[in-house]
């Protein structure tokens, strides 16, 4: 049972550093619920980010069922973060309000890596590159993000391959993709003949898992945010739920929502 000189399961996790990680800032006993919920929501998005990008490579290389296995990975890791908030919803508003002054300007808008789902997923606003300009680190990375096709640019790119009349190439990768007729008529196509068309029908349909389960999330996070401080102004700066609320309008794959009112 001796591990001395072999790696154990601390060892290979790297729990000291893990465990060590969190430093309440206050004597609050909740601040360390919230600290934690938000520290392992970094590590799930570290995790649904390695699985897009690498969604991204298989579609472009025409490997699709390894696709399939990665977006399915990726609804499933968002399916564990709506769990989450029902974890961070025991926490009441006199609660937070003990050491919500220790948090200082830092808030979950500030999150690089939710940052860099939407870039690669395909919601491209470069505006939101600005809290993070700070970090010319982060800033590199994410502007990287912007100069490759997106998730669902890779999604349009397959189906130009495959014949279908869509526009698949754009002059610049880091700004919105407009809206298009062609597209909606395109997954029509896929929609009306799944047998024959069954990869592609599987695609589009993991897409909008992905995205059914990213809008239940960033839901169940204007629900929380108003339980717990109501209609005050987020730590940030940003309006609190009124932002978080105009952001559940954004839509990753527009007509592959809009083909739905067609079929």
Known sequence: MSFRGRMSYGDYLSLDTILDAQHPLSHAHDELLFIV?????????????????AACTAIATDRLDV??????????????????????????PSEYSEFRDALGQSSGFQSYQYRAVEFVAGNRNTAMLTPHAHRPDLDARLRAILARPSLYDEAIR?????????????ADLSQPRADSDALVAAWA??????????????????????????????????????????????????SGVAYLRRMLDVVLFPELWRVRTQM
Do not use: C
Not at 158 to 170: H, M, P, Q, S
Not at 211 to 232: A, L, M, P, Q
């Open 189 to 238: 196509r896929v929609y009306a003949d799944p047998a024959g068309q069954w990869d592609l029908y599987q695609l589009a349909e993991k897409l909008v898992d992905f995205e059914d389960y990213f809008r239940r999330w960033r839901f169940n996070h204007v629900t929380t945010v108003e339980r717990i401080i109501g209609s005050k102004r987020g730590t940030g700066g940003t």
């Open 67 to 92: 696709a399939f296995k990665m977006l399915t990975r990726v609804a499933r890791i968002f399916e564990q973060l709506n769990g989450a908030w029902d974890v961070l919803r025991t926490m009441t």
């Open 158 to 170: 397959l189906l130009a391959r495959r014949g279908f009349a869509v526009e698949a190439e754009r």
């Open 37 to 53: 919920q938000h520290q392992t929501s970094e590590l799930w998005l570290k995790l649904a980010l390695h699985e897009m990008e």
